[in-house]
């Protein structure tokens, strides 16, 4: 039943819905981007470290690649995390109080964790601005830094989506069978 609009059933996660769609979307893409950036930042580090031992050779841009490859792994990394529950949540609170208070508080806290994220994403959609608008870019790989910092945003709207998908099973969770776990943690599929 759905507690928000109670006219409308609350999609089940088979179904083929747009939101489910694009859901699977945002997973794959989040998932992919990660992997791709960590395999190759790996890559670049470990033959740039045979190149220079070997080879006596070293890529000059190598470094600042990898840290750029680094940085996009982690932020997707950490939006995908928000989907699986895998952030440090401190619930032991939430398991002493009631469960219609603790949903209660579980909601508060993705609000305020929503409009934190909201605000990353705004900050670094801003920075990207200002980066186009300056025409900087990185010193060894000469790539502008707007296209390194779109992470950013991208990440922190991924994240967001996450977060309004928990609070929106939060919502529409009767009282009486809420639990942390439930909302907060998802199996990997």
């Not at 790989?141 to 992470?151: D, H, K, M, T, V």
């Not at 928990?166 to 943690?185: C, G, H, Q, V, W």
Request: charge should be negative; include cysteine; proline fraction near 4%.
């Amino acid at each position: 039943m759905n507690l928000i609009f109670p006219g409308l059933p609350v999609p089940e996660p088979g179904e083929n819905t747009m939101l489910k769609k694009f859901d699977d979307f945002i997973n794959y893409f989040s998932t992919a981007v990660m992997m791709v950036t960590m395999i190759l930042a790996t890559l670049v580090a470990f033959i740039n470290v045979v190149m220079r031992y070997c080879f006596n050779y070293s890529m000059t841009w190598a470094g600042e690649l990898t840290s750029y490859l680094f940085i996009w792994s982690a932020l997707f990394g950490a939006a995908y995390g928000f989907k699986i529950g895998m952030h440090i949540g401190v619930n032991a609170i939430l398991q002493i109080l009631k469960p219609r208070v603790a949903k209660i508080v579980l909601i508060i806290t993705l609000v305020i964790i929503f409009i934190y994220l909201t605000a990353l994403m705004c900050w670094g959609y801003n920075f990207i601005v200002f980066n186009y608008e300056m025409e900087q870019v990185s010193v060894d790989l000469q790539l502008p830094f707007w296209i390194i910092y779109l992470c950013v945003p991208i990440t922190m709207f991924i994240a967001d989506y996450q977060i309004l998908l928990k609070l929106r099973k939060a919502i529409s969770t009767p009282s009486d069978n809420f639990s942390y776990e439930m909302i907060m943690k998802e199996d990997i599929v």
